[in-house]
Nanobody
Framework: QISPMESGGGSVQPGGSLRLSCVVSGLTNGNYYMGWFRKAPGKEREGVAA???????VYTDSVQGRFTISKDNARHTLYLQMNSLKPEDTAMYYC??????????????????WGQGTQVTVSS
């Protein structure tokens, strides 16, 4: 069973930084891609960033230039470096993995396996 597990959330002031991590257990090969999603209270789940097995990436416009997605294939670990955080980045952040074909988009339904989430709060 493929099982992502997130860590690294917390509280930070506006302008601060956080790095989220996601370890994925149960993977048997490199034919998968991964993404970060977030859900704020009262809002729809939103795709944040995703990365393919060859390193191709996609970001939602609101985080472009502030967030960086990366991965360590040997450790089956996904990262999200978040800089210049804003109050509107406050949400539960979820890591997800997909064994489908990469389409370069941030659609939740493309993903097969989800973590439990880690809370990010940006507030002064």
């Amino acid at each position: 069973q493929i099982s992502p597990m997130e860590s690294g959330g917390g509280s930070v002031q506006p302008g601060g930084s956080l790095r989220l991590s996601c370890v994925v257990s149960g993977l048997t090969n490199g034919n998968y891609y991964m993404g970060w999603f977030r859900k704020a209270p009262g809002k729809e789940r939103e795709g944040v960033a995703a990365i393919d097995s060859d390193g191709s990436t996609v970001y939602t416009d609101s985080v472009q230039g502030r967030f960086t997605i990366s991965k360590d294939n040997a450790r089956h670990t996904l990262y999200l470096q978040m800089n210049s955080l804003k109050p509107e980045d406050t949400a539960m952040y979820y890591c997800a993995a997909s064994v489908s074909s990469w389409l370069g988009r941030l659609y939740p339904h493309d993903y097969n396996y989800w973590g439990q989430g880690t809370q990010v709060t940006v507030s002064s």
